[in-house]
């Protein structure tokens, strides 16, 4: 950000990631008084979060399937249009003993 944008406290907004569930968001948080804003940039971000999270939301739990000495994880089709594509790369990740995350690679 190049301009300090003010809050009406009289506090200066900085650039702040916080986590809202599973997910963390980038949002400007006034220093002084803790108000949260958002830019244009970061409203659609937010937006984009909440309908992949209401996408994951539809779907049942799903089961782990065996595929020669593999074991075989089905991404949702309706994730296609949020970048979740055949293709892609990604890593894992372990969040913790019961969780893994699946990153997509950027820029590929
Ligand atoms: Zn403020």
Redesign the pocket.
């Known amino acids: 950000m190049s301009k300090l944008l003010k809050?009406?406290?009289?506090?200066v907004?900085k650039e702040s990631t916080k986590s809202e569930g599973e997910f963390q968001y980038d949002v400007l948080v006034?220093?002084?008084?803790?108000?949260e804003m958002f830019t244009r940039e970061q409203t659609k971000k937010y937006v984009r979060l909440l309908k992949i999270q209401e996408e994951l939301n539809k779907i049942e739990s799903m089961i782990i399937k065996k595929s020669g000495n593999s074991r075989n994880v089905t991404i949702p089709s309706s994730l296609a249009k949020y970048g979740f594509v055949e293709g892609k790369k990604f890593i894992w990740k372990v969040k913790d003993e019961q969780s893994l995350v699946f990153e997509l690679v950027k820029g590929r």
């Open positions: 809050c009406d406290c009289g506090g907004f006034c220093s002084k008084c803790g108000e």
